[in-house]
């Protein structure tokens, strides 16, 4: 009765407490952990892949604006001067209906085939695609500089602001200093 020890609960070969020390108790939970993981990177991978493949055709229709209103541009330049009897009609006419094709292209093409043949294209003729696309971006600033500026804007006093792409509009606290 004075050294005895007495044991309640469980006992193995382990020692106390079953099956918490089991061999593959917490292989268990690890599966069920690593199975949760893999969801959620395969659930944030999808989200993620949905929302590049929606922002490409957002950019892929404001591309097709762009270039569309570009050769609609150009098409009545060529008629202008077709008017005038310039030579230089037949050129702007001709660009305008390369611009137009390039415009069906890339609304009948996916976005991961133009993606594709544009960067194969750039590796094969990177001045090229360098020369174009500072042209593209210099034809694209001037198209969306001869749009008239939103009056969305307003100022202090309740009044829309009204100011060029080159002015900033003050706080009404600095105007009255």
């Known amino acids: 009765m004075g050294n005895s020890i007495e044991v309640t609960g469980p006992q193995n070969d382990q020692g106390f407490g079953g099956a918490q020390n089991a061999p593959g108790a917490g292989q268990g939970i690890n599966d069920n952990a690593m199975g949760q993981a893999e969801s959620l990177v395969d659930k944030a991978k999808t989200t993620a892949q949905n929302r590049v493949r929606s922002a490409a055709l957002n950019g892929k229709s404001q591309a097709v604006e762009l270039v569309g209103g570009l050769a609609q541009s ?5 008629q202008q001067l077709q008017d005038q009897q310039s030579p230089a009609a037949k050129i702007v006419e001709q660009a305008a209906d390369r611009l137009d094709r390039v415009t069906r292209y890339i ?6 085939q133009l993606v594709q043949r544009t960067e194969s294209w750039a590796r094969q003729n990177p001045a090229l695609f360098i020369g174009a696309a500072f042209i593209v971006g210099a034809l694209g600033a001037r198209f969306l500089k001869s749009t008239p500026p939103s009056t969305s804007g307003y100022s202090g006093d309740g009044s829309p602001a009204r100011f060029s792409d080159r002015e900033v509009s003050r706080p009404a606290t600095v105007e009255a200093l």
Not at 107 to 112: A, D, L, M, V, Y
């Open 74 to 78: 150009l098409l009545l330049a060529g």
């Open 107 to 112: 609304e009948n093409t996916e976005p991961e």
